[in-house]
């Protein structure tokens, strides 16, 4: 059974830092990626990683701010989010089991977490 649990969101002050955390159970190796919601809005991809970690793929919104990493061993991949904005406020989910296209497009992934919440106040 594939299972993905997001944790590490929370409430910040714009211009602050949170990272989070997703680990991956009962699936292997396959791009792994975070997609935000925020309410009223659609699901948009933020950030995504290949197996090795050779490649990332960032939403221009979150370019210079965000960084995407990953621990194989531990099957865990991470979002690091620096000098955030109010309009990063969101669900935050990350996914994995990917079926190929644009690696921040939602249909591209078959499995998901339940997601994190991040409150950026200004």
């Known amino acids: 059974q594939v299972q993905l649990v997001e944790s590490g969101g929370g409430s910040v002050q714009a211009g602050g830092s949170l990272r989070l955390s997703c680990l991956v159970s009962?699936?292997?190796?396959?791009?792994r990626a975070w997609f935000r919601q925020a309410p009223g809005k659609q699901r948009e991809g933020v950030a995504s990683?290949?197996?090795?970690?050779?490649?990332?793929t960032y939403a221009d919104s979150v370019k210079g701010r965000f960084t995407i990493s990953q621990d194989n061993a531990n099957n865990t991949v991470y979002l690091q989010m620096n000098s955030v904005k109010p309009e990063d406020t969101a669900m935050y989910y990350c996914?994995?089991?990917?079926?190929?296209?644009?690696?921040?497009?939602?249909?591209?992934?078959?499995?998901w977490g339940q997601g994190t919440q991040v409150t950026v106040s200004s």
């Open positions: 990683i290949s197996p090795n970690g050779a490649r990332t």
């Open positions: 996914a994995t089991g990917f079926t190929g296209g644009w690696p921040l497009n939602s249909l591209s992934f078959n499995y």
């Open positions: 009962g699936y292997g190796h396959s791009m």
